[in-house]
């Protein structure tokens, strides 16, 4: 995910949120005027999407579900599903409905992890 999070560059999902702050009143001292300031935002901007414009609400963008996707061979994951079911026997959800399958997710997302590149 660190191609599309975290960054402003091309290809990312450009999340950002501004405020109406000038670095030349602000007095870093007076915490009270601070959260006053943070808790309006000018914009922000969610998947290149205007979400937020001075203040109000002004769009819901589509809800996205980043999931692992998670490659290991055969025999690996044998043991590992193994050594997970042996700690369901203390949980009050089965091992057989912890599992979320993919029609529940808004717009599924993979985190491919393992994988051939």
Request: charged share 25%.
């Amino acid at each position: 995910m660190a191609h599309r999070k975290g960054s402003l560059g091309v290809g990312a999902d450009g999340d950002i949120t501004i405020y109406n702050i000038n670095p030349q009143q602000l007095d870093p001292n007076n915490y009270e005027a601070l959260l006053r300031t943070f808790r309006k935002a000018e914009y922000t901007i969610k998947g290149g999407e205007i979400v937020v414009a001075k203040g109000e609400i002004v769009s819901i963008p589509e809800k996205q579900t980043y999931y692992s996707e998670v490659h290991v061979e055969d025999e690996t994951e044998k043991e590992m599903l193994a050594d997970v079911k042996e700690w369901f026997r203390y949980y009050t959800l089965g091992f057989a409905n912890y599992p979320t399958p993919k029609k529940y997710l808004t717009n599924p997302t993979p985190i491919k992890v393992n994988c051939e590149r």
